[in-house]
């Protein structure tokens, strides 16, 4: 029975973790991988994940047969997760969402707490009943807590590893679901073997059926019926998955639209915005010959590009999948000019490292409505797309605005924007309109009607739209100054930076107000939140800490319980954070999630076993205490390495070293609170550790990044643990310690 048992703790943690990965790349292409998005959905996992080991764990002392439950969870795993999948594709059709709309975080929050609540719930709630059996059958209430902590933290980096390098490529979700559930009901058979027949022919005839219906093709009709609801009222001609998130082109009414993770990435319809794009920049030049082009090229903008008499033309593209299905199924004459030379890799990366010098860069790329896009927009990319450009060459791209009166978030969010590019450039120029375009150079900028007409008629370029009488009143004076004024008027704003992406926070105002017009002061006040009036709340957590501590008999349980509350929070922020900067630095963090969050759970495993091996020969209050002062430490060592570190491998391990601080607390933790409720007491400890994440992962994304910056965030998750620590110490050295 303990080989069983372990297996069937260890499979909980792969499961969890394994699940998570899916899931949240399902929910992030129902919601366009948005980071805001990301974070809400960690949290909802979170949140149920606490209800299931808090809010039942209780529970786990008073159930008789254990094993049994345990059991019974293993098997509700089995018809859950497809479930759950099923409803992440379809969840837009099932609330009335149109492919492209635009969604609030009122919905992202509530489709997530919606479909994770039953898996997790069974994940947390399996935790405790672990607990319980460990420490009823094989050793003290310790070893039951820190082999649970350790089985399922092993199971996680375990499960997250495979999914992330191996089985996300094999397997489609709904052939993941199946092996996963397969799984479950083989450990559920085994914990049950010695028990009711009905229980072993339950599971029996689950893995049967799961058998079946992978062979017979039912994972293939899943995967084919969920995609149709997901589309439905269009006509869906082909999807298929790649490293970088789910390639989808439908057609309606003979156009076609290509969707890259639900955010229309192409359209064949738009003529005239791929004209405004690319015309505008080159008509600007007196003789553009090498155009460097960042995105944006299908659906014309290539084309575009090409009947101007230039040599060389590189176009940038992330994924090769995109240019691929676009080519098969739309095709364009550009592509087989030999002039044109099509790139595969990320946009950045390439302009840091090459070499070569172009007349006009456009960058034909998304709002910054993710921090992957948002790196585009910094001032660190503005100077590194300048050393790129010739004398007198100029740079374009275009930006969300209104085509006659900017509101508060448009003006904060153009104004921010350029006020970025006004530092690489001297010469800023804003075209108004819908898409407000941004041309930059460093020679004087002509937008003069006649002089753009007169280089229409000289390299002889019929457009649709940007012709004679189109472009006298799109560049008159007076749209252009008032643009200008609004733009510049705005002195409060900060330029976009790396480390302070607040480009990426007034983008998701102007998003936000869509939706929420009270809601949107929050990330529009990005940036003017001074460091020390962040620090408020961290006072009234400590008077109220003081409190719960004098309170509390051993003086140090309140603090260690805290403690584990707000290791959660700040595990569960650097996690965050090291995702945001990977979109800074790489830009693909939907390619590398499981790896990220898995490398946490390696240095959990490690931390824990550690504990768990070597605890007996310290006194665990002074372990706890230096835990603890590493978890104050960590946060200042990543704000330097987040800058030193360069391999994506490396940067997607800076989270192991903050697992390792955590995953040797717990154990600790256990060893000081619990007494004979075990059940209870690992509930709550593993409770305070969920609920402290869910807040940190909220927390994070939605209010320390954006008010903070990136660094300011570390800082300030540094001084809260700080606070902490005070409170152990004072718990410790109260004269009723013990």
């Known amino acids: ?90 969840v837009r059709e099932l609330l009335g969402m149109s492919p492209g709309e635009l969604t609030g975080v009122a919905s992202v929050a509530g489709a997530a707490f919606g479909i994770l609540a039953p898996l997790c719930v069974v994940g947390g709630f399996g935790f405790t009943l672990g607990c319980r059996i460990f420490s009823e059958r094989y050793g003290s209430a310790l070893k039951g807590i820190g082999n649970v902590y350790i089985l399922e933290a092993m199971g996680s980096g375990i499960g997250g ?89 439908v057609r309606m009414e003979g156009e076609y639209s290509l969707f890259e993770n639900g955010l229309l990435g192409s359209t064949s319809r738009s003529r ?53 299905v676009w080519s098969q199924f739309v095709p364009e004459e550009a592509f087989r000019d030999t002039r044109l030379r099509v790139i595969y890799e990320d946009g950045r990366r390439w302009v840091r490292r090459q070499g070569d010098s172009y007349d006009v860069v456009i960058m034909g790329l998304p709002d910054p409505l993710t921090a992957q896009l948002n790196r585009f927009y910094t001032a660190e990319f503005f100077l590194e797309v300048k050393a790129h450009i010739r004398p007198g060459g100029v740079f374009s791209f275009g930006a969300t605005s209104s085509e006659n009166v900017l509101g508060d978030p448009q003006r904060r969010y153009l104004a921010s924007l350029f006020r970025t590019l006004k530092g690489a450039f001297r010469e800023v120029r804003v075209v108004p309109g819908e898409t407000a375009y941004f041309l930059a150079s460093d020679a004087p900028i002509p937008l003069d009607p006649d002089i753009l007409v007169g280089r229409l008629k000289e390299r002889r370029i019929r457009a649709r739209f940007v012709r ?15 643009v200008r004024e609004e733009v510049e008027g705005e002195r409060d704003v900060r330029p976009n930076r790396d480390s302070f992406p607040v480009g990426y926070f007034y983008a998701l105002a102007l998003w936000a107000s869509q939706f929420y017009h009270r809601a949107q002061g929050l990330l529009a006040n990005a940036g003017r939140v001074r460091f020390g009036e962040a620090l408020v709340p961290l006072g009234v957590y400590l008077i109220v800490g003081i409190l719960l501590t004098l309170r509390s008999r051993p003086s140090w349980k309140a603090p260690v319980v805290m403690a584990i509350g707000t290791t959660g929070l700040a595990e569960m922020a650097f996690q965050t954070v090291v995702l945001v ?20 759970m390696v240095g959990l495993t490690l931390g824990s076993w550690t504990m768990v091996r070597w605890g007996g020969r310290v006194r665990a209050i002074r372990a706890f205490l230096w835990t ?6 960590y946060p200042v060592v990543l704000a330097v390495l987040l800058g030193a570190v360069q391999g994506e491998m490396a940067f997607s391990a800076l989270p192991v070293l903050a697992g390792f601080v955590g995953g040797i607390q717990f154990p600790l933790a256990g060893r000081l609170t619990v007494g004979e409720a075990v059940g209870r007491e690992s509930g709550r400890l593993y409770g305070a550790d969920l609920s402290g994440a869910f807040f940190g992962a909220m927390g994070s994304s939605v209010f320390l990044m954006p008010l903070l910056g990136i660094r300011g965030a570390l800082y300030w998750l540094s001084a809260l643990n700080g606070a902490t620590l005070v409170l152990l110490l004072l718990g410790v050295l109260r004269p009723s310690a013990s």
């Open 1 to 90: 029975m303990r080989t069983r048992l372990l297996f069937a703790v260890l499979l909980t943690g792969a499961t969890a973790m394994s699940s998570q990965i899916v899931l949240l790349r399902e929910l992030m292409v129902a919601f366009y991988g948005n980071e805001l998005s990301l974070g809400v959905m960690l949290s909802a996992w979170l949140a149920w994940g606490a209800v299931g080991s808090w809010g039942l764990g209780r529970l786990g002392d008073r159930i008789r047969d254990k094993v049994r439950a345990l059991a019974l969870l293993q098997m509700g795993v089995w018809p859950i997760l497809p479930l759950e999948i099923f409803l992440a594709r379809t």
């Open 161 to 249: 590893l495979l999914t992330q390098l191996l089985l996300i490529f094999l397997l489609p979700p709904f052939g993941f679901a199946a092996l996963v559930g397969g799984l479950n009901l083989f450990s559920a058979l085994l914990l049950c073997w010695d028990g009711r027949r009905l229980l072993r022919g339950a599971c029996a005839l689950g893995l049967l059926s799961t058998g079946t219906a992978a062979v017979l093709g039912g994972v293939r009709w899943a995967e084919g019926f969920s995609a149709e609801i997901r589309w439905r009222g269009m006509e869906l001609v082909h999807t298929e998955n790649s490293p970088y998130g789910r390639i989808a082109l």
């Open 581 to 600: 900067a990977f979109q800074v630095r790489f830009g693909y963090v939907y390619y590398k999630l499981g790896l990220i969050l898995s490398m946490f």
């Open 628 to 633: 603890q002062v590493g978890v104050v430490a």
């Open 468 to 482: 004679e009488y189109y472009l006298p009143y799109k560049l008159s004076p007076d749209r252009m100054e008032y």
């Open 272 to 324: 005239l915005s791929a004209e405004e794009r690319v015309h505008f920049p080159l008509l600007a030049h007196p003789r553009p010959e090498r155009v460097l082009m960042i995105g944006g090229g299908l659906g014309g903008g290539l084309a575009e590009v090409l009947k101007h008499p230039v040599r060389e033309v590189d176009y940038l593209e992330l994924d090769p999948t995109v240019v691929r």
